[in-house]
């Protein structure tokens, strides 16, 4: 398919948006390599075990694995879905998906900590770990649970803060791109979505900002996305159709 040649809705994977991106370009590309690379990081290991010990280890942190790999698919998700929304390939879009990409790099290891030591403090899974690994385990202990989390969040908002801006350009070009009213109900719900996740990280930095007492709200906070992200895809869904009658 040529760059900007639209499909037909039904051949699309949304039902609510034409998708102008055409071939698969350059930053496509590299964004892929990058998450792919992301990936590997969060992998428990990357050396085969060497013993049943070390082998138990890996596999009863799977759990660990599945929701670092879910929360960058979902990333990956996203900077998806607006490459093929748009096709967008000037010099804004790039520099803000290259931001996007450095962000995503320096939020895997706070990532991968944090689900670590929050799994590990089942007292089972702390045991098999410990006594296959030599080095220390990821933890809270020592009053360090304020810094882990503004890390955390420092990824977590940076990276939705991107995604917003990206969203935010094509929404400032879309008369050029020539969005009917579904798509820009869509478009305006995108924008919405990642500025509620927004919302949801600065509250968790400020949180973490304060006493290390309360440092565990600032990861409670995280509870919030489910529900307010549920409550906005079905007001956007529900303004889509309304806009096609």
Not at 126 to 132: E, G, L, P, W
Not at 150 to 167: K, Q, R
Request: hydrophobic share 50%; net charge positive; proline share 5%.
């Amino acid at each position: 398919m040529t760059h900007g040649k639209l499909l037909p809705r039904a051949l699309r994977g949304e039902p609510h948006f034409r998708w102008r991106g055409g071939d698969v370009s350059r930053i496509e590309n590299l964004s892929d390599v990058v998450f792919a690379f992301a990936l590997t990081l969060i992998v428990v290991s990357l050396e085969v075990p060497r013993n049943i010990g070390e082998l138990l280890a890996v596999i009863v942190q799977f759990p660990v694995f599945a929701v670092c790999f879910t929360l960058l698919i979902y990333c990956w998700y996203h900077n998806y879905l607006f490459h093929r929304r748009y096709g967008l390939e000037g010099l804004v879009p790039m520099t803000l998906n290259s931001l996007l990409l450095f962000f995503v790099l320096f939020y895997v290891y706070p990532l991968k900590y944090v689900f670590s030591a929050l799994y590990l403090m089942i007292a089972p899974v702390r045991r098999i770990v410990a006594a296959a690994s030599n080095a220390p385990l990821p933890g809270f202990e020592g009053g360090n649970g304020s810094a882990v989390m503004l890390c955390f969040s420092a990824g977590f908002t940076g990276v939705f803060i991107l995604l917003g801006l990206m969203n935010q350009y094509a929404w400032r070009h879309r008369a050029a791109l020539e969005l009917d009213p579904q798509e820009t109900v869509v478009a305006r719900g995108a924008i919405r979505g990642h500025l509620l996740s927004v919302a949801v990280g600065v509250g968790s930095l400020l949180v973490a900002l304060g006493p290390e007492s309360i440092a565990p709200v600032s990861g409670m906070i995280y509870v919030l996305l489910g529900p307010i992200h549920f409550v906005n895809g079905y007001l956007t869904g529900r303004a889509a159709e309304q806009a096609a009658r």
